[in-house]
C-alpha cells in the first residue's frame, strides 16, 4: 500500500532512510535529515511510504525547485529509500510511479533528481543538455519533462538538502 507520510511516520522513515544510504559510496548520511529539512521548511509538496503488513517499507520524497533562481512548476524527487531488506522487490519502482502520477496531478512541469541512469531511465528521465545542477556530474543528474518544453538553465535544489549529516 502506498500512502501519504505522516508526522508520525518521521522517526520511522528516518530510520529506514539512513539504514538504506548507509555504507553507499554516494551518501554523506545527509538523506534523512534532508526529508525533515523539507518537511519543517514546508516544501515537502509530495511524501509518500509504502507500507506492508502495517510496517514501513518505503520513502519518497518530491519538493519544488527552481530554474536560473525562478520558481517553475517543476521538482526534484529526492530522497527516495527502501528498506535494506525490501530492496529489488519493486517497491522504489511503485513508490516513484506513485509520486511522478502525484506531481503531475499537480500540475508540475516536469521532475529531476540526481541519480542513476540506469535506475532511474526505467521512469523516462534523461540527462538533458539543457538543465544542469552544480555540483552534480552531467551524467548524473536526469530529467522528466512532462510536457514538450525543457527551459536551460540552472537547477537548484531546496536549501533543505544542503542541511548537515
Ligand atoms: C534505489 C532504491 C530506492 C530502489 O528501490 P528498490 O525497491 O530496491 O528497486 P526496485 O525493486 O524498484 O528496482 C530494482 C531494480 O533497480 C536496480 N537498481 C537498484 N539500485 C540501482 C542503482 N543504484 N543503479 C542501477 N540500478 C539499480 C536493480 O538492479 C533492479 O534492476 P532490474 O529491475 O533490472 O532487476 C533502493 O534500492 C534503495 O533504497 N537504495 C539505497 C538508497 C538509494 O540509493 N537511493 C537512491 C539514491 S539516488
Same mark, same amino acid.
Given at each position: 500500500?502506498?500512502? !501519504? &507520510? &505522516?508526522?508520525?511516520?518521521?522517526?520511522?522513515?528516518?530510520?529506514?532512510?539512513?539504514?538504506?544510504?548507509?555504507?553507499?559510496?554516494?551518501?554523506?548520511?545527509?538523506?534523512?535529515?534532508?526529508?525533515?529539512?523539507?518537511?519543517?521548511?514546508?516544501?515537502? =509538496?509530495?511524501?509518500?511510504?509504502?507500507?506492508?503488513?502495517?510496517? @514501513?517499507?518505503?520513502?519518497?520524497?518530491?519538493?519544488?525547485? =527552481?530554474?536560473?533562481?525562478?520558481?517553475?512548476?517543476?521538482?526534484?524527487?529526492?530522497?527516495?529509500?527502501?528498506?535494506?531488506?525490501?530492496?529489488?522487490?519493486? @517497491?522504489?519502482?511503485?513508490?516513484?510511479?506513485?509520486?511522478?502520477?502525484? @506531481?503531475?496531478?499537480?500540475?508540475?512541469?516536469?521532475?529531476?533528481?540526481?541519480?542513476?541512469?540506469?535506475?532511474?531511465?526505467?521512469?523516462?528521465?534523461?540527462?538533458?543538455?539543457?538543465?544542469?545542477?552544480?555540483?552534480?556530474?552531467?551524467?548524473?543528474?536526469?530529467?522528466?519533462?512532462?510536457?514538450?518544453?525543457?527551459? !536551460?538553465? =540552472?537547477?537548484?535544489?531546496?536549501?533543505?538538502?544542503?542541511?548537515?549529516?
Amino acid at each position: 500500500m502506498i500512502r !501519504d &507520510q &505522516q508526522p508520525d511516520d518521521d522517526a520511522v522513515v528516518r530510520q529506514l532512510v539512513e539504514d538504506a544510504f548507509r555504507g553507499r559510496p554516494y551518501s554523506d548520511g545527509s538523506e534523512a535529515p534532508i526529508v525533515e529539512a523539507l518537511r519543517a521548511a514546508g516544501v515537502l =509538496t509530495v511524501a509518500l511510504v509504502a507500507e506492508e503488513d502495517g510496517e @514501513i517499507v518505503g520513502q519518497v520524497a518530491f519538493s519544488p525547485i =527552481t530554474i536560473n533562481g525562478t520558481a517553475r512548476d517543476w521538482y526534484g524527487l529526492g530522497p527516495v529509500a527502501v528498506r535494506p531488506d525490501r530492496q529489488g522487490q519493486g @517497491i522504489g519502482q511503485a513508490l516513484i510511479r506513485a509520486g511522478l502520477d502525484r @506531481i503531475r496531478a499537480l500540475g508540475a512541469e516536469g521532475c529531476v533528481l540526481a541519480g542513476a541512469p540506469g535506475y532511474y531511465g526505467r521512469f523516462g528521465f534523461a540527462a538533458d543538455p539543457r538543465l544542469q545542477s552544480p555540483g552534480i556530474p552531467a551524467q548524473y543528474f536526469l530529467v522528466l519533462p512532462f510536457g514538450a518544453e525543457v527551459p !536551460d538553465g =540552472t537547477v537548484t535544489f531546496h536549501a533543505a538538502f544542503g542541511v548537515e549529516p
